[in-house]
Nanobody
Framework: EVQLVESGGGLVQTGGSLRLSCAAS????????IGWFRQAPGKEREGVSC????????YYKDTVRGRFTISTDNAKNTVYLQMDNLKPEDTAVYYC??????????????????WGQGTRVTVSS
């Protein structure tokens, strides 16, 4: 059974940092693409970053590129999202997701068939 459990969210001031973790089980990062998504109140869920299973190609949403870093630890089967220089507009519930078709990752919600429960990030101004 595929399971994804996020942690690491919290309240931080503008300019601060958080590291989100996604503990995965039931599959290998060699086979599944992994994505981080977020959903702010009243808005649609959007892709923030993802990493492909085949060559590890990474994607970043334009507004987070240079501030967020996605990484994987295969030994721990955990995916991280390091978030630096956080801004109030980064406030959202962040979700980890897995795409069982593997290959290159896509920042599209519809491409992912397994989701975690989410972790809330609040950035105060």
């Amino acid at each position: 059974e595929v399971q994804l459990v996020e942690s690491g969210g919290g309240l931080v001031q503008t300019g601060g940092s958080l590291r989100l973790s996604c503990a995965a089980s039931g599959f290998s990062f060699d086979d599944y693409a992994i994505g981080w998504f977020r959903q702010a109140p009243g808005k649609e869920r959007e892709g923030v970053s993802c990493v492909g299973s085949s060559d590890g190609t990474k994607y970043y949403k334009d507004t987070v590129r240079g501030r967020f870093t996605i990484s994987t630890d295969n030994a721990k089967n955990t995916v991280y999202l390091q978030m630096d220089n956080l801004k109030p507009e980064d406030t959202a519930v962040y979700y980890c997701a897995a795409d069982s078709t593997g290959g290159a990752c896509l920042p599209d919600v519809s491409a992912y068939d397994h989701w975690g429960q989410g972790t809330r990030v609040t950035v105060s101004s």
